[in-house]
């Protein structure tokens, strides 16, 4: 828990420096402005401790508990898992003790409804088959994603992976 003790102190520290900014910004910017950043940063602040389904960029679904955050939405979740989708069903995979997320990663965040997860049509499924299920998911996705992108390269079109090499 030490380095956990210390992730979350690095990130209050950000997160009062990112307070700070907010009232030099207020001198600088429209009322308006300040009104938007300040209805997000209230609307993650009622989220902390408790528990959120993640959405990332890459499609990842993580769950775990909302500890911190700072003015870019990098989020520190607890006792995370991804949560993995075939068939109808889906599983949790435990991630270890915490999971950080770059604010430019993340694409949606909600809280989850404990009270009302039983009516989703999803059932939980057995982890062991479901993580399998997952990873050939995964590798289908990157196949037609590199014949997508070979078929751009013949037209002569670049992708953004072309720059990386």
């Given amino acids: 828990h030490t380095t956990l003790s210390r992730i979350l102190l690095h990130l209050s520290h950000r997160f009062f420096a990112w307070a700070h900014h907010l009232l030099v910004a207020r001198m600088n910017s429209s009322f308006d402005e300040l009104a938007s950043m300040a209805t997000e940063l209230a609307n993650l602040v009622d989220q902390l401790d408790r528990q959120l389904?993640?959405?990332?960029?890459?499609?990842?679904?993580?769950?775990?508990?909302?500890r911190t955050f700072d003015q870019?939405?990098?989020?520190?979740?607890?006792?995370?898992?991804e949560r993995v989708?075939?068939?109808?069903?889906?599983?949790?995979?435990?991630m270890g003790c915490t999971f950080i997320a770059r604010g430019e990663n993340v694409a949606l965040i909600g809280e989850l409804d404990k009270k009302r997860e039983h009516q989703s049509p999803l059932?939980?499924?057995?982890?062991?088959?479901?993580?399998?299920?997952?990873?050939?998911?995964?590798?289908?996705?990157?196949?037609?994603?590199l014949l997508l992108r070979k078929s751009f390269q013949r037209r002569g079109v670049m992708t953004s992976d072309d720059f990386d090499e």
């Avoid at 870019?72 to 898992?81: G, Y």
């Fill in 72 to 81: 870019f939405a990098n989020i520190v979740l607890e006792d995370p898992h």
């Fill in 53 to 66: 389904l993640v959405v990332l960029r890459d499609g990842r679904t993580i769950v775990g508990t909302l």
């Fill in 85 to 94: 989708f075939a068939d109808g069903k889906y599983a949790e995979l435990p």
């Fill in 123 to 145: 059932r939980r499924g057995d982890p062991s088959k479901m993580e399998k299920a997952d990873e050939e998911r995964r590798a289908e996705e990157r196949r037609k994603e």
